[in-house]
């Protein structure tokens, strides 16, 4: 059975920092093109950022010098590491997993930023 799930989110002020891991099991997450997503109450689910088989990585513009995605295949863990964050990064996060026409989702972790 596939398992996507995400943790380390939580409150912090305004120009803090979190990192999120996300721990698959039940596939081979060297096979899987790994994404971040952020959902925020009222708005659609936006891509946050991607890091590919071969490690190269892209984000959104909102985001980008900000965050950081990293994958370590050997622990099964792709992290999503946080700096400088804002108030309008105040979202759920999900973790997704891509390989040809299968994907899979995590449930999320909530990340809350105070002004």
């Known amino acids: 059975q596939v398992q996507l799930v995400e943790s380390g989110g939580g409150l912090v002020q305004s120009g803090g920092s979190l990192r999120l891991s996300c721990s698959v099991s039940?596939?081979?997450?060297?096979?899987?093109?790994m994404s971040w997503y952020r959902q925020a109450p009222g708005k659609e689910r936006e891509r946050v950022g991607t890091?590919?088989?071969?490690?190269?990585?892209n984000y959104a513009e909102s985001v980008k010098g900000r965050f950081t995605i990293s994958r370590d295949d050997s622990k099964n863990i792709v992290y999503l590491q946080m700096n400088n964050l804002q108030p309008a990064d105040t979202a759920n996060y999900y973790c997704?997993?891509?390989?040809?026409?299968?994907?899979?989702w995590g449930r999320g972790t909530q990340v809350t930023v105070s002004s």
């Open positions: 890091i590919g088989v071969i490690p190269g990585t």
């Open positions: 997704k997993a891509v390989y040809n026409s299968e994907s899979y």
């Open positions: 039940g596939l081979p997450l060297g096979a899987y093109v």
